[in-house]
């Protein structure tokens, strides 16, 4: 049995993606702008993995006062103390340093010493402590596991198409990943561990989608060897842009439940995620393939029949 809303997808369009390139880019332009922008400015809200430091996460029976837990804790000398609500109101999450040269341990027993003064009764579900060393060797890993990655890709598509499309691939990466981290910018999600594993997916879904429109781009050179260039484009993506709204859509379901329902720990993955299926499914659209249009690769010399542009429009 089909599933009866996969009839509302188009199947045949005809749309001109290529006309609309400039504004497009145009507007990529700005936000990559923008985006690099926040970076610099408000930067990225590393987490504890990256910056190092105790978060504890602490639940009572009633509301939690922040106010007078800041005040509480915030006197207690500590470094960096942040104290913030979760989506429950008798939830809270407090997050530090421990002073120079003190013990981590000793210091969470302090700080839990000074909560259960304030709220009786209060439970710590999640202690978590990393030291100065490991945060930097979890930084240096995972930026070089983002690195490994870009390069693999690249070579991949480098390997598999014309250096031309692996040069739109790189713009396309290039484009994904600076508007992802200006999203964090802004938004200032918590930069984790858990962040490096969602851009490293976006970049595998950006690449995925965009190999996609390629291989049938390059079908489609052989076949309709009188076409223009910016045609090729328009009928290649319409050809796949189906199987792009289904892969798209699913992927963008899943999320959406895991966001509403996963919790706090899944919620910072599933919205970069989110965020980053759409910004891939653009970039294949309109900034890998329209990149070829500056810089076209050679029409392949295969013996296929050359058929003129009418042929291939019903």
Same mark, same amino acid.
């Given at each position: ?193 858990? +962040? %490096?594993?969602?851009? #490293? !997916? ?7 989608? /965009? =190999? @996609?429109?390629?291989?049938? &781009? ?25 199987? +792009? %709204?289904?892969?798209? #859509? !699913? ?7 895991? /966001? =509403? @329902?996963?919790?706090?720990? &899944? ?40 058929? /003129? ?6």
């Amino acid at each position: 049995m089909k599933w009866p809303f996969i009839k509302l997808i188009p199947k045949n369009t005809k749309f001109g993606f290529v006309r609309f390139s400039i504004p497009a880019a145009v507007v990529s332009v700005v936000l990559c702008i923008a985006s690099l922008v926040s970076c610099f400015t408000l930067g990225l809200n590393f987490g504890i993995d990256f910056k190092g430091g105790t978060v504890v996460e602490a639940v009572w029976d009633k509301p939690i006062n922040l106010a007078q837990v800041r005040e509480r804790v915030g006197n207690m000398n500590l470094r960096d103390v942040g104290v913030q609500d979760f989506q429950e109101p008798n939830q809270a999450m407090i997050r530090f340093l421990p002073p120079e040269g003190a013990d981590a341990s000793a210091t969470v027993d302090s700080v839990k010493a000074e909560l259960r003064a304030i709220m009786p009764g209060v439970k710590f579900p999640r202690v978590e402590v990393v030291g100065p060393k490991v945060s930097e060797e979890l930084g240096t890993n995972g930026a070089l596991a983002l690195g490994i990655a870009i390069i693999l890709v690249v070579l991949y598509i480098w390997s598999r198409f014309e250096l031309q499309m692996g040069f739109g691939s790189i713009v396309a990466l290039a484009h994904d990943i600076i508007l992802t981290l200006g999203f964090m910018s802004i938004t200032q999600l918590d930069f984790s561990l858990t +962040t %490096i594993a969602a851009l #490293l !997916t976006i970049i595998g879904y950006s690449m995925n989608d /965009t =190999v @996609v429109v390629f291989d049938r &781009m390059r079908e489609n050179m052989r076949k309709y060897k009188k076409m223009s260039f910016g045609d090729i484009i328009d009928l290649s993506t319409n050809e796949t842009l189906s199987r +792009t %709204i289904i892969t798209a #859509l !699913t992927t963008f379901l899943a999320l959406l439940g895991l /966001t =509403v @329902v996963g919790g706090e720990t &899944m919620q910072v993955f599933t919205v970069i995620m989110l965020f980053g299926v759409f910004i891939g499914t653009y970039s294949s659209i309109y900034v890998a393939a329209p990149v070829l249009i500056l810089w076209p690769p050679k029409r392949g010399a295969e013996k296929a029949a050359a058929r /003129t542009e009418a042929d291939a429009r019903p």
